[in-house]
């Protein structure tokens, strides 16, 4: 094979300097080591924006009002629980409608190792230190043991069993009173006091008073962001390939030496343990949580983070979770100029709440006719035709 | 290509001795009433080029499918690198070093070239979940280890131009090439090849007998040609079998087969009278 004179991209040293692994000036697209094609962050203009959008995040508090933090924190938690969905369904091809369910065990779990006890509900008043890791393994560890059943099926009769588990949960939700204080009743969720910390307190901290709801926009941050770069590292693994190879063609994957029931597994118990987290963290921004918290259409919402967002892709469900949770918010501040009413039952042809139904149902609808990829396809249209400015190819 | 040139110590001894690296032993396989494969036993050797023809529905790809563990044949034996693999996942198969290529392309559409022959280095990548998180230590280095051998096999076969496409959006001749680097980055002791030439020019096709040429006098890795291109089969193989619904019908060397009445009465039918 004449391939040896071939030039090649990595010329050979196992620890590239840190010289080596820059780009070149004026070429990011050109790597000169392995090392530095595989990082996430590739280019100097990803680097830079991601930077300027976390100051951004940072400092968005001091510029909102406090309801507004607290939905910007909600948009955190939907998109760890965003990311876990796609892990499964857009990386691995599980469509899983069975978020909510493990939301919910996550959400339970840590209320009770990490709630106060009161009036026959269970609540040992741990720390989050110890708690939130448990919201996430108490999830996984259900979703192991389902797996064997669930990767026995796949597509539509995949759903349905999900589906399943959602009714099936949310009537244990309802019964079992000692965990989430019953039907119509609920429970408080867990203290969110890590090592000692309240992260849902007001500190004060160089003159500046930070309110409870912005200190914990802040944990939320930081547990999203430590949970998408995991999940963006597990992509990039021989994980994330036989994820993808499951997806695309089962019987070639298996041909390859990839395991389907191992693959399946490990998705799904890893977009549970991802479930979990969110549903503990999402349990203490509502305040109160009631069984009926964790219903079918929790379910489709985190769908529909990942239908809109874009099919496997971490940056994809990130922005599917803010335009989830930012669209009612949109919604209601448009009412003013359209002829809905404010609420239910006070005339008008529609309320707030059936115009946001349809508009999210419409654009579910016409992003899987017109964009399947979602916002992040949209945002690699506009990223390609730029590319290649002012040419059209 | 420094890696692959010696794939496997137990092909490098079988090329020396041309002992057998697979026994496929009396095997029969049946869907309901219909029988697929009925009674065929051969054997390949190491190092060899053992091409199975036959007419539409003969049950070639069947054999393929037993062999790799797609199909469970309800008798006989399959013997690979000595171990009995009859029964087997085909994920265990294929980790003893049985890789294939499909008659109809069967990449992972959505995934680029490169992450496509990353796939097939799947069993060469042994760090565990955690060290896949975190993306440090291990998983990066066996990550960019592996890279290499990647780039090696696109190097190979002259895909660079495609590296980073999508397999979806490639031409067909393109595809073929990438599901062969596939199969190759598995290090296999056995390649399956079926119909790796179907629908092809004759210039496509001329590139392809080069790469199935050099995978056999480079890497010694034996191989299984499943052909309808007669041509090729003839200038190729060492052995052929042919298959006539689900019959053996005839085995030797191209020569001997073309001279067989067997053949030529299941290739052309016989005169009537």
Not at chain 2, 213 to 218: G, K, P, Q, W
């Amino acid at each position: 094979m004449s391939t040896t004179d071939t030039v090649r991209p990595d010329p050979a040293p196992a620890r590239p300097s840190r010289a080596a692994t820059r780009s070149l000036r004026g070429r990011p697209a050109l790597y000169t080591s392995y090392a530095s094609e595989l990082a996430i962050f590739n280019t100097g203009t990803k680097k830079f924006w991601v930077g300027a959008l976390v100051v951004a995040v940072l400092l968005l508090p001091f510029a909102l009002q406090r309801d507004m933090v607290a939905l910007v924190a909600t948009v955190f938690v939907f998109a760890i629980g965003g990311i876990g969905l796609n892990l499964l369904t857009g990386y691995a091809g599980q469509v899983s409608l069975g978020q909510a369910f493990f939301l919910g065990v996550g959400a339970y779990t840590a209320a009770v190792f990490g709630g106060e006890s009161s009036r026959g509900v269970i609540g040992l008043g741990w720390d989050m230190a110890i708690w939130l890791p448990l919201a996430g393994l108490v999830p996984a560890l259900i979703a192991l043991v389902l797996a064997p059943l669930a990767a026995r099926v796949r597509g539509l009769y995949l759903a349905i069993l999900t589906l399943g588990l959602v009714f099936i949960g949310e009537h244990i939700f309802k019964e079992a009173d000692a965990i989430t204080g019953g039907a119509g009743v609920g429970r408080a969720p867990a203290e969110p006091i890590f090592l000692g910390f309240n992260l849902f307190d007001r500190y004060e901290v160089f003159g500046y008073r930070i309110d409870r709801f912005t200190t914990f926009y802040y944990a939320c941050f930081v547990i999203f962001v430590v949970m998408a770069v995991l999940a963006r590292n597990l992509v990039r693994s021989r994980f994330g390939r036989s994820f993808a190879a499951v997806r695309d063609r089962d019987v070639a994957a298996e041909v390859m030496g990839v395991s389907l029931l191992r693959t399946k597994t490990i998705a799904f118990a890893i977009s549970s343990f991802y479930a979990g987290i969110a549903g503990a963290l999402l349990s203490i921004i509502i305040g109160r949580i009631s069984p009926e918290t964790w219903n079918f259409f929790l379910s489709v919402e985190f769908l529909a983070v990942i239908f809109i967002g874009g099919l496997a892709s971490i940056s994809g469900a990130i922005a599917g979770a803010v335009f989830v949770v930012m669209l009612p918010k949109l919604v209601n501040n448009l009412t003013g100029f359209l002829p809905v009413s404010s609420g239910v039952g006070q005339g008008g042809i529609l309320n707030v709440f059936e115009l946001q139904t349809i508009i999210f149902g419409l654009l579910i609808v016409l992003f899987l006719i017109l964009e399947p990829r979602g916002l992040y396809g949209l945002w690699i249209r506009v990223r390609n035709y730029f590319k290649a400015w002012p040419f059209s190819y | 290509m420094v890696e692959l040139t010696i794939p496997d110590e137990v092909a490098v001894e079988g090329v020396e001795t041309g002992r057998p690296v697979l026994e496929v032993d009396n095997i029969s396989l049946s869907f309901g009433g219909t029988t697929a494969i009925s009674d065929v036993s051969f054997d390949v050797r190491a190092g060899e080029l053992f091409a199975i023809i036959g007419p539409n529905g003969a049950g070639k790809t069947s054999i393929f499918n037993s062999i790799s563990g797609v199909y469970i044949p309800q008798q006989g034996s399959i013997t690979f690198a000595g171990e009995d693999v009859l029964g087997r996942r085909p994920e265990s198969i294929a980790r003893l070093g049985v890789a294939r290529m499909f008659q109809n392309i069967e990449l992972f559409d959505n995934l680029t070239v490169l992450d496509n022959i990353m796939l097939g280095r799947h069993n060469h990548l042994h760090y565990s979940l955690l060290s896949a998180f975190l993306f440090a230590g291990k998983a990066k280095r066996a990550e960019v280890a592996n890279r290499r051998i990647a780039e090696e096999i696109i190097d190979f076969l002259d895909i660079a131009a495609h590296r980073s496409f999508p397999v979806g959006m490639l031409p067909y001749g393109i595809k073929k090439r990438v599901e062969l680097g596939r199969a190759l980055a598995m290090q296999p002791s056995l390649l399956l090849l079926d119909e790796p030439v179907a629908g092809m020019n004759v210039e496509e096709t001329e590139d392809m007998a080069r790469f199935i040429l050099d995978i056999r006098s480079e890497l010694g890795i034996s191989m299984i040609l499943v052909e309808h291109d007669m041509g090729l089969v003839m200038d190729l193989a060492d052995r052929v079998l042919v298959l006539d619904f689900g019959h053996r019908i005839a085995l030797g060397t191209p020569a001997e087969v073309q001279a067989d009445p067997a053949v030529i009465k299941a290739y052309l039918g016989e005169e009537l009278g």
